[in-house]
């Protein structure tokens, strides 16, 4: 139970599937697709012009859904192959991290 979701990163690609090794961000009650969005919104304008810098973007978006998130439970960051990437809520949403940009969603 939850609103659960994973965010599946990508480095400067338009791939939208989803790798075993991919790193991936789990939610588990911030996945709707509004606060995915409002998390990648934080992340482009923290980035501004060095948003295509996709190993900083990356960690600027976890500063983002930490500040975001309190506490110490319900955030979590692996390797998509260790997260609830088939979750019955909102699935696995695919991220451009040069971008910071929704590219495709996995159910």
Avoid at 68 to 80: A, E, R, T, V, Y
């Amino acid at each position: 139970m939850g609103n659960r979701a994973v965010i599946c990163l990508k480095d400067n690609n338009k791939q939208d599937t989803v790798n075993d090794d991919d790193l991936g961000i789990y939610l588990h009650w911030h996945g709707s697709e509004d606060d995915v969005k409002s998390f990648l919104d934080l992340t482009k304008s923290l980035m501004s012009d060095r948003l295509g810098d996709v190993i900083y973007g990356k960690a600027r978006l976890l500063g983002v859904i930490h500040e975001c998130i309190k506490g110490n439970l319900s955030f979590g960051l692996d390797k998509c192959k260790y997260l609830d990437t088939e979750n019955y809520d909102n699935g696995t949403y695919i991220v451009d991290c040069s971008k910071m940009e929704i590219i495709g969603v996995q159910s």
